[in-house]
């Protein structure tokens, strides 16, 4: 018998149903994270309006925090601030940016991080990255991923519609990501870890062809689940590549030279997959993608995102620049400025295989 084997963290403990929020202590309790409840919660202003009533009730020893930003000073602070009250765990109760900041805090102060999430417009949920604003720029930072996710359907679905979307196409671009991955295995020999890959790709296939979208129940089950899989694949890779490529690069451009005019992560991503779909793959891949994001009234171009042609061209040209350790369809095909202005406007006609407006 082989003694080979590896051994994956994943989350101790995955609830994703209705009422999940008014078993927080209990949950924790259960677990053995917190027998007497003595946690910090943290929440932003808006979510401490609406949850707050709900969660004291649930969790009464709880102390309340409000969280002060999404900037690497603020987490650091809160860290410090939290320090001297030795709580037993963060409890993270929000959007993407609370739960990117409770996952570093808990991680400098070496407690376990508690994720719930208040929409599913990410893929950031049980993940081992947080992206914290640094210096005007956005880092991203390596952390411990979640010991609990906590997903309450009822509390989800109060989430407006474009956020419970943009989910769809954070989990939509792994199948570029993986593309990408694969490529880079092939051109450049870099390794890919199998399990992390497959978790990726199954995630968003899970959510391909489906007929329904956010209004069934169904469908959000599925959506959180492929959200809560895609963050252990990337925990189980030790980066976030199986889940960004090309697609995240774009976005991440669009981040840095038009901050004043961006849309939800998960919109411009599932638009930088259809192009690097475009890029990269066959006419099949790139109308199957292009089709799904539709069905889900998802941007299919940078048009839909608000964007010239000229300045998707400059964010083509920086894109790679967001990454520079990372390879994918971008660098391979390295493109000038006048091929990035053709294949910009190639794309604009293969669009129209799609979009039938
Ligand atoms: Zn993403």
Redesign the pocket.
């Known amino acids: 018998m082989s003694l080979l084997k590896r051994m994956v963290e994943t989350p101790l403990y995955i609830d994703i149903r209705k009422g999940a929020l008014n078993d927080l202590a209990s949950v924790l309790a259960d677990q053995r994270i917190s027998a007497g409840g003595h946690f910090a919660i943290v929440m932003s202003k808006s979510g401490k309006d609406k949850f707050s009533e709900q969660i004291k009730k649930s969790a009464p020893n709880a102390d309340l925090f409000i969280s002060p930003g999404n900037s690497l000073q603020d987490a650091t602070k809160l860290a410090d601030d939290l320090k001297s009250k030795k709580y037993d765990a963060i409890v993270g109760v929000g959007g993407g940016r609370v739960i990117d900041l409770c996952k570093y805090v808990a991680t400098k102060l070496e407690v376990p991080m508690i994720s719930v999430a208040t929409n599913l417009a990410?893929?950031?949920i049980a993940s081992p990255v947080s992206i914290l604003e640094d210096k005007n720029s956005r880092g991203s930072f390596g952390v411990n991923a979640p010991l609990a996710v906590v997903i309450d359907l009822d509390v989800v679905k109060l989430a407006p519609n474009r956020f419970l979307k943009a989910g769809i196409g954070?989990v939509f671009?792994n199948l570029s990501a993986v593309k990408d991955w694969e490529l880079a295995t092939k051109v450049n020999g870099e390794k890919i870890d199998g399990l992390a890959a497959s978790m990726a790709r199954i995630s968003a296939e899970a959510l391909l062809g489906r007929p329904d979208s956010i209004g069934s129940e169904e469908f959000l089950v599925a959506l959180s689940e492929a959200l809560v899989l895609s963050g252990i694949a990337m925990g189980i890779a030790g980066t976030s590549r199986p889940?960004?490529g090309a697609c995240?690069e774009i976005?991440h451009a669009i981040d840095l030279l038009f901050p004043e005019r961006t849309k939800p992560?998960?919109e411009q991503?599932g638009v930088g997959a259809l192009f690097a779909t475009f890029l990269r793959d066959g006419f099949d891949s790139f109308q199957e993608l292009g089709f799904a994001l539709l069905q889900h009234d998802l941007p299919i171009s940078h048009i839909d995102l608000g964007f010239s042609d000229e300045e998707f061209g400059q964010v083509i040209k920086s894109a790679p620049t967001t990454r520079p350790d990372r390879f994918t369809i971008l660098e391979h095909l390295n493109l000038d400025d006048k091929q990035i202005k053709e294949k910009i406007s190639e794309f604009n006609e293969a669009l129209k295989s799609i979009n039938f407006n």
């Open positions: 990410h893929d950031g954070d671009s889940c960004s995240h976005s992560h998960g991503v």
